[in-house]
């Protein structure tokens, strides 16, 4: 694959937050630096995206480090964003972007942005896939498995091996273009010019960048 063009996270640890519904029993497996860095980024996404970020996450967003690539400008501009956050500023706006009265201003599950409804067919592919990859929702967890910081979290599992050894390509390219690349461009793009995303803006900027170049990398593959 080629490599995402960000440094400055392969050596962050970011965890996912609380909305990931994945069990996690397993340590990391040595993984390439393009990798690492893959893996990384897509774990910031999941991690900002499966709960408003706290004081010591949006410090971790504010040390990030882009290069000269487009995706790199992309992250050092989410960067300065967090940078001096009030985080209960940043909850109001993770509350107006999803959670709402009734509901946000988005809906970040896979199963809507296919086919304008929740808990419908897409869900099910991707329980089926779970368990094939003997995966299964955390037991106090009850999003669906298909919120859009979930996806994302077994996308980073499946290259970096959290969930054990690392997937294959063709696994992962399999699973991207399943259950991520079907949709989560889309929310990218949304998130991007919600009315109520300021950070989250800058982070869509991110996640539409990279599962650009992850969508590119796949097919050359």
């Not at 296919?114 to 990859?133: S, V």
């Not at 259950?179 to 991110?206: C, K, Q």
């Amino acid at each position: 694959m080629a490599h995402a063009g960000v440094s400055g996270i392969q050596e962050t640890k970011i965890s996912s937050g609380d909305r990931s519904p994945i069990a996690e029993d397993q340590p990391p497996a040595i993984v390439s630096p393009e990798d690492g860095s893959r893996a990384q980024v897509y774990r910031l996404l999941a991690g900002f995206l499966s709960a408003p970020p706290d004081a010591e996450r949006l410090s971790i967003g504010a040390g990030l480090e882009g290069d000269a690539s487009e995706l790199g400008a992309a992250v050092s501009r989410f960067a300065q964003a967090c940078a001096g956050l009030d985080p209960a500023r940043v909850e109001e706006e993770y509350h107006d972007l999803f959670i709402g009265v009734g509901r946000g201003e988005l809906v970040p599950y896979g199963s809507y942005y296919l086919t304008g409804f929740l808990h419908e067919k897409p869900l099910a592919k991707l329980r089926a896939e779970m368990a094939r990859l003997g995966l299964a929702r955390e037991a106090d967890k009850h999003e669906p498995e298909d919120h859009i910081a979930s996806v994302l979290e077994i996308m980073a599992g499946l290259i970096d091996g959290q969930f054990g050894e690392p997937a294959p390509l063709s696994e992962q390219k399999h699973f991207f273009k399943t259950h991520v690349g079907s949709w989560a461009p889309y929310f990218f793009r949304d998130l991007e010019s919600a009315r109520s995303s300021v950070l989250y803006a800058t982070l869509a900027r991110v996640g539409r960048i990279f599962l650009d170049i992850e969508e590119t990398a796949f097919r050359m593959s």
